[in-house]
């Protein structure tokens, strides 16, 4: 392979884990928002996006397109479950502690997972058949294509339903003032119910849709999580935006450095990068410097 | 601070101040009533209808609307959008509806719109909608308050010090807000330090002191009362 086409390769794949890095940040920023939780379990969904897929495509043989949809409602019912199980009856609790819980409910579900899909890896056959496409010398994975659409559509999706939308407004309204909100007669439990929510079919799209490609297997789930709050953090921490962009850019050098330098910093690739924000500019690159007083963090 | 002992009534279409010293439990009162902190003892009936246990979010359906003394306004949205969403008790779309963007939704969404500048027109704020709702001088970003608290349509509005660091002619200005506020039929009930404002615009005072009801009265009444004097001050109250 020579050099250009070397790079089209490293920067499909980049494109392709970034845009899981951005769903799951994207994840991140929701839930933050809504609760100023940081959900340490978001990996967790991408997980069981994944493994349920598997489960019903190959176990019950339901056709893919019908399974997809399916998983994601069942995901999005085990956000749902998590949220009035684990988070809603401790609201008296400290913010720091909820985020010990969501430490707690990130191991419980990987030993769910475990329990029920043992410790191997599962694939998935990818959505559509076909052969991978050439393009400047690289082969690119049809499935890469609904990886990259799912996730912009979703992004898409996101943007219209918090800029437009009145609920999304009220999310928002929740994400500025918690109290205030309360007050305009928005329900603000129903809020943080809303954002496990969709958290949870973020996590599912993104975990369904990868699978194909990378293989999904009960501990996945931390990893994700962590490369998608370096996303969510780089990216200013509550700007959905920013965290989409900074997943792909997180996505993108670890591609990079993988194939350039070795694939056995890859992982520590997202971490030096969080280290460097935290430490240079701590309210990521694209958040102000008076939003990044406010954080709690 | 706690309530102890503390009980009156609030007629429609007029305006009721509670006064006292600082730490009374004033705020406190309007955190009760609004659902903010949970309620020991006692009764808080609205409209013939017993509230005293609703949570905060159920006040803005049944026509109660409130301000805050630290201001609370949502920093990160526009001054048009932050009334937009003190619309949102009036909503009537469903999540569905709002995202397929269904007619009717549209329709509500161009009133809402319409509404939210038609209440900016009144204060002359216009000009300023869409700029950062915390980017607006002190008295503006009050008066904002005002305006989300009436998007919600309230029957019965409470003010939080209103006049609280704003100037004399920024505090006439609120009195005369206050004024056109009970015009449209709107009861208020008022918390204030600006002694020139209470006696100006109040119907009736509560005196409230370490939780406790000390006096009620129309203004020129609860002025003359040793009691109130002597918890302000321990003297003369200072009228300027």
């Not at chain 2, 600082?22 to 903010?36: M, P, R, S």
């Not at chain 2, 609860?222 to 009228?239: H, T």
Request: with cysteine; proline share 4%; aromatic share 8%.
């Amino acid at each position: 392979m020579d050099l250009q086409s070397q790079i089209v390769q490293y920067l499909v794949t980049g494109l392709t884990l970034g845009s899981i890095y951005a769903m799951v940040g994207l994840g991140f920023t929701i839930i933050y928002n809504a609760t100023g939780i940081i959900n340490l379990a978001q990996g967790e969904f991408v997980m069981f996006g994944g493994l349920i897929m598997v489960f019903l495509t190959a176990t019950l043989r339901i056709p893919m397109f019908l399974a997809f949809f399916i998983t994601l409602a069942l995901v999005t019912v085990i956000g749902i479950i998590y949220e009035r199980v684990f988070i809603n009856p401790l609201k008296q609790t400290s913010l720091i502690t909820l985020i010990i819980v969501t430490v707690a409910v990130s191991i419980f579900f990987r030993g769910i997972a475990m329990f029920i899909w043992g410790k191997n890896p599962y694939s998935l056959p990818p959505f559509s058949s076909g052969k991978p496409i050439m393009f400047a010398g690289a082969a690119i994975l049809p499935q890469i294509f609904w990886v990259l659409g799912l996730s912009l559509l979703t992004v898409i999706l996101m943007n219209l339903f918090f800029n437009r939308t009145i609920t999304g407004k009220a999310m928002s309204a929740c994400a500025g003032n918690r109290l205030a909100a309360s007050l305009m007669g928005i329900n603000v439990s129903k809020m943080i119910l809303l954002s496990f929510a969709l958290s949870a079919t973020l996590g599912a799209i993104a975990g369904a849709s990868i699978t194909p490609i990378a293989l999904m297997e009960y501990d996945r789930g931390p990893l994700l999580a962590l490369k998608g709050f370096c996303a969510a953090v780089l990216g200013g921490l509550g700007l959905g935006t920013g965290a989409v962009v900074a997943g792909f850019i997180i996505g993108i050098i670890e591609s990079f450095s993988a194939g350039f330098i070795s694939s056995g910093f890859k992982d520590a690739i997202a971490l030096i990068i969080l280290i460097l924000v935290l430490f240079i500019k701590p309210s990521g690159i694209f958040g102000s410097e008076e939003v990044g007083k406010v954080k709690q963090f | 601070m706690a309530i102890v002992d503390l009980s009156f009534e609030v007629e429609p279409g007029r305006i009721k101040s509670i006064i006292g010293p600082n730490g009374a439990g004033k705020t406190t009162l309007f955190n009760l009533i609004t659902g903010v902190h949970p309620v020991s003892g006692g009764q808080i009936v609205f409209q013939g209808k017993d509230i005293t246990h609703q949570k905060p979010h159920y006040g803005a359906g049944i026509g109660i609307s409130r301000t805050f003394q630290t201001i609370e306004l949502f920093g990160n949205m526009n001054v048009l959008e932050n009334i937009m969403v003190g619309c949102h008790s009036r909503f009537k779309s469903g999540l569905l509806a709002s995202g397929l963007r269904l007619p009717r939704m549209k329709k509500e969404e161009a009133e809402i719109y319409e509404n939210s500048m038609k209440l900016l027109g009144r204060v002359g704020l216009s000009s300023k909608a869409q700029l950062p709702a915390s980017s607006l001088p002190l008295g503006e970003q009050k008066t904002l308050e005002i305006l989300r608290a009436l998007a919600t349509e309230p029957q019965l509005l409470l003010l939080d010090e209103p006049a609280a660091g704003l100037n004399e002619s920024e505090t006439d200005g609120m009195s005369e807000l206050i004024y056109s506020i009970r015009d449209q039929g709107i009861t208020i009930l008022l918390v204030e330090h600006d002694m020139r404002l209470i006696m100006k615009v109040s119907d009736e005072i509560v005196v409230v002191n370490y939780g406790q009801k000390i006096a009620e009265g129309p203004p020129d009444v609860v002025q003359s009362d040793s009691l109130v004097i002597e918890a302000y001050l321990g003297g003369e109250i200072d009228y300027a």
